[in-house]
């Protein structure tokens, strides 16, 4: 990834030179540090972590303007709802609270005001009578569109700097991330 030049991306702690920690056991505030190898690794962790953390906030915090973009009485939970029935289309509800991550009290709810909104429909599953599939609405589609449009247009803008090819890694990666934490 593109990162200001050649060991920017380092934290404290890495043995990176001038990043006020080295491998001889001395943390940068003098303290002395335990471990070896095991500490060493620890400290990439410990830096996914941190990394993750102010990541996860900036998308919160997107996201939510997000939501009120695609409606002003959307929830920003519901952004990624929206996005995943763009992407995979009719999906019963069950489906998508185990993809988002939540239960099926809080889908049925976060459906019903989408609904309300006039966002998505729900029709009868085909296959089992008993089931609904839920879809996003024409007037649904056209407002994640647009908002997504935008929001790759960001992208393009903020990381403009950019190998083709970081992107794409990051992409992967990120992907790469998302399944393994899904399981």
């Known amino acids: ?38 500490a060493d690794a620890d400290q ?9 953390t102010v990541f996860l906030r900036r998308a919160r915090a997107s996201q939510g303007e997000m939501a009120r973009e ?8 519901a952004y990624g709802l929206l996005a995943r029935l763009d992407e995979g289309g009719r999906q019963r509800a069950t489906e998508l609270a185990a993809y988002i991550g939540v239960g099926k009290a809080t889908m049925s709810r976060q459906l019903r005001a989408l609904e309300d909104l006039g966002l998505v429909a729900r029709e009868p599953d085909p296959a089992d009578g008993r089931a609904w599939l839920v879809h996003l609405t024409d007037e649904g589609r056209g407002r994640v569109g647009r908002v997504r449009e ?9 990381l403009a700097h950019w190998d083709p090819r970081e992107v794409a890694e990051l992409a992967r990666l990120l992907h790469q991330l998302n399944l393994s934490v899904e399981k």
């Open 1 to 38: 990834m593109h990162n200001g030049g050649k060991g920017a991306g380092r934290h404290v702690g890495s043995g990176a030179p001038g990043s006020g920690g080295d491998r001889t056991g001395e943390a940068p505030d003098g303290a002395a540090r335990t471990g070896g190898p095991t």
């Open 70 to 77: 695609v409606h002003p009485d959307l929830e920003s939970a």
């Open 44 to 52: 990439e962790f410990l830096s996914l972590e941190r990394e993750l």
């Open 150 to 158: 935008a929001r790759r247009a960001r992208y393009v803008h903020q």
